[in-house]
Antibody, heavy 118, light 110 residues
């Protein structure tokens, strides 16, 4: 079955760039859309953006100016870059597959806490 | 885009039925039949319970059901069990080809 695993630094300094990678196993990354979602501690879920293997992307309007999602089909990975981070970007970051034509997020990675601190 | 509106909390006794609402607009919930519901236990990743308004993924109990009327979607849990105690989020695809989540509902089994 499809499995996803987030990786990257767990601590990022204020005003710097957050970079995470999601490694996909059990399926080709060319088969689906792929997405990033985050959850600040004790708060709700926030959709960040998605990418298709062709490179087609779309982002949450509130984050669009700072977000880039990219894909590496040779490594079966996709990545998130978020620039000019502040403490408000501290969150658990999840990667997920956008399954088939249903627009549902399934499955999800286990999530990775990224803390922004000076 | 604004978050979809859910009640902060809903509670029920074991065996009872509860319903969680998810209110959006004609640009999201009301625009397509692409509403999903996610269950999240503490310190765990969310799990899809309902998709396309009313479809259940394989392995999800038939005690979970979904529906939609206009700009409001609903999740009903029947025969409430202790293991259903969790946070629940709705999500909708939007007319801007983006996604939006609901504010989340804490379900408590009394």
């Amino acid at each position: 079955q499809v499995q996803l695993q987030e990786s990257g630094p767990g601590l990022v300094k204020t005003s710097e760039t957050l970079s995470l990678t999601c490694t996909v196993s059990g399926a080709s990354i060319t088969n689906y859309f792929w997405t990033w979602i985050r959850q600040p501690p004790g708060k709700g879920l926030e959709w960040i953006g998605y990418i298709y293997y062709t490179g087609n992307t779309n982002y949450n309007p509130s984050l669009r100016s700072r977000v880039t999602i990219s894909i590496d089909t040779s490594k079966n990975q996709f990545s998130l870059r978020l620039t000019a981070v502040t403490a408000a970007d501290t969150a658990v970051y999840y990667c997920a597959s956008v399954a088939g034509g249903s627009r549902r997020f399934d499955p999800w990675g286990q999530g990775m806490l990224v803390t922004v601190s000076s | 885009q604004s978050a979809l509106t859910q009640p902060a909390s809903v509670s029920g006794s074991p065996g009872q039925s509860i319903t969680i609402s998810c209110t959006g607009t004609s640009s999201d919930v009301g625009a397509y039949n692409y509403v999903s519901w996610y269950q999240q236990h503490p310190d765990k990743a969310p799990k899809v319970m309902i998709y396309d308004v009313s479809k259940r993924p394989s392995g999800v109990s038939n005690r979970f059901s979904g529906s939609k009327s206009g700009n409001t979607a609903s999740l009903t849990i029947s025969g409430l069990q202790a293991e259903d105690e969790a946070e629940y989020y709705c999500s909708s695809f939007t007319s801007s080809n983006t996604y939006v989540f609901g504010t989340g509902t804490k379900v408590t089994v009394l």
